[in-house]
């Protein structure tokens, strides 16, 4: 492992790092493809909810495209207009995200950089307490992004590591990412492996690698595209929906993820675990139990968190103790429903469980 991958940064600990900092020095980060760099925005707008987001994609751009000169001939000089996707006119601080910087056409590079460092765009100075980050791809990636000395000079670099499969269940479960994408993903993690862990392609068919030619692979991003689909799954024949999930994950992701899908048919419904949770059906298979328990967390509503932990405590122990652990992680968006269930309350203190359940 060198230097690089060992200080890896989780997209949290570079949010911080850039909310920090990032209104004096530029971070660049850089990362693997399609692990959420661009959720950076996100995750900074939440925590300045006064500031402008502005979203810049390098890739598209030209120099005329970062500012226009603007003649004033009455006292004969040339100021230049900053382009609005820099959120400036707005007169309060921005966010400013050059994405996909490093593959920018070197001109808009070098016209970024007084921004990056100066913190102006044009002859206008961004206003006080403005931020500023950019992002890009892994060099080994092979995917075009090229830094010259002299810029790196400027920016402060940083590598995201990619998510762990625990952190994305954890996402996942917060934005509606479909019960079988979750359960696939748990039972294999190393879908969501890095390819510097990985000398040959061959040992892990489901990931990106620079030395293997795949149409499609796993990513977090190529994950979600997957939920999409799967979700729309009843409008679709199995052979159309293989199509799209190897189209979307790779042959070998795909296929397997249908396993998943073909498994859903042994989840109780829903609305039997509401209706009658003594006797709504238990899955026969584990990873059908893990599916069963994904998918009640992600649908958790107050009106049947009871009928919920009464079913849940027909399941084995180590499925309830997954239901558990997820159900409190801080971040976790029904985390209040199920903490407030007196029921739920009463099978953790006769559990003996791992936590206090929040009163």
């Not at 044009?122 to 810029?151: C, M, R, W, Y």
């Not at 294999?188 to 795949?214: M, T």
């Not at 559990?351 to 359940?357: H, I, K, R, V």
Request: with cysteine.
């Amino acid at each position: 492992m060198n230097t690089q991958q060992m200080y890896a940064l989780s997209l949290d600990q570079i949010a911080t790092a850039i909310a920090t900092v990032g209104h004096q020095r530029t971070i660049y980060v850089q990362g693997h493809m399609g692990n959420g760099k661009t959720s950076l925005l996100k995750m900074l707008a939440a925590m300045f909810p006064d500031h402008i987001c502005c979203y810049f994609n390098c890739v598209t751009k030209d120099l005329g495209d970062l500012s226009i000169p603007s003649l004033n001939t009455e006292d004969g000089f040339v100021s230049y207009l900053p382009n609005e996707e820099f959120g400036i006119h707005h007169g309060k601080p921005v966010i400013i995200m050059f994405d996909e910087w490093a593959k920018a056409n070197p001109s808009v590079k070098n016209g970024t950089l007084v921004t990056m460092l100066e913190r102006t765009v044009g002859t206008k100075k961004l206003p006080e307490g403005s931020i500023v980050f950019a992002t890009g791809n892994l060099g080994a990636e092979g995917v075009g992004d090229i830094i010259q000395p002299h810029a790196l000079n400027r920016m402060t670099i940083v590598t995201a590591r990619k998510s762990t499969s625990e952190e994305f269940i954890e996402w996942g479960l917060n934005n509606g990412i479909d019960h079988s994408v979750l359960g696939f993903v748990r039972e294999f993690p190393h879908v969501l492996q890095g390819f510097e862990d990985v000398k040959n392609p061959d040992d892990n068919p489901y990931i990106f690698h620079p030395k293997a030619q795949r149409a499609a692979f796993i990513t977090p991003r190529s994950l979600e595209a997957s939920s999409d689909i799967l979700k729309l799954r009843h409008l679709y024949d199995d052979h159309t929906l293989t199509a799209l999930l190897v189209g979307t994950i790779g042959d070998r992701g795909g296929l397997d993820i249908m396993t998943f899908v073909k498994m859903a048919d042994q989840l109780p419904s829903l609305q039997s675990i509401k209706d009658d949770p003594h006797n709504a059906k238990v899955p026969e298979s584990a990873s059908a139990v893990c599916m069963t328990v994904f998918r009640a967390l992600g649908a958790m509503e107050r009106n049947w968190v009871d009928a919920w932990v009464t079913y849940m405590q027909r399941l084995n122990k180590e499925a309830q103790g997954l239901f558990a652990n997820g159900a409190r992680v801080p971040t976790y968006k029904h985390r209040n429903i199920v903490m407030q269930s007196a029921k739920f309350t009463t099978w953790a203190r006769e559990n003996n469980y791992m936590f206090a359940a929040d009163q």
